[in-house]
């Protein structure tokens, strides 16, 4: 969930004007609800068990494999090893590649979709 606008008030202490520390309050134009479980799940922090394994990423080369390596550009990008890095980070698909066939395309769109890309 991304908030789409916010107000902030950030004000000095009235209790302490000369203090060099500033106050904020912030006013959120959603309903963010559905992350409260989330925030609430803070006083339970320490029942909880902590994962310390990454989110598989998806391999350059694996990807590099896929494209047809002409490096023609039409993707707006220079090399298709650029376009491969490009894909991995989730800022390219498989439709932003124009010289991919139909059989490689499905590949690799079947391929990006296993990860949680951006």
């Known amino acids: 969930m991304l908030l789409q606008s916010y107000r902030l008030d950030i004000f000095n202490s009235e209790c302490n004007p000369g203090a060099m520390t500033e106050m904020c309050h912030a006013h959120l134009d959603q309903d963010v609800g559905d992350v409260l479980p989330f925030l609430n ?3 339970h922090r ?6 310390h394994e990454g989110l598989p990423r998806p391999k350059v080369i694996h990807i590099l494999k896929l494209l047809p390596k002409t490096n023609c550009r039409e993707c707006g990008e220079p090399t298709c090893m650029v376009f491969a890095a490009r894909a991995a980070e989730g800022a390219k698909g498989a439709d932003d590649c124009p010289a991919l066939e139909a059989g490689s395309k ?5 391929y990006l979709s296993g990860f949680r890309l951006a």
């Open 41 to 43: 799940a803070w006083e």
């Open 106 to 110: 499905k590949k690799l769109s079947d």
């Open 46 to 51: 320490y029942d909880i068990e902590p994962s």
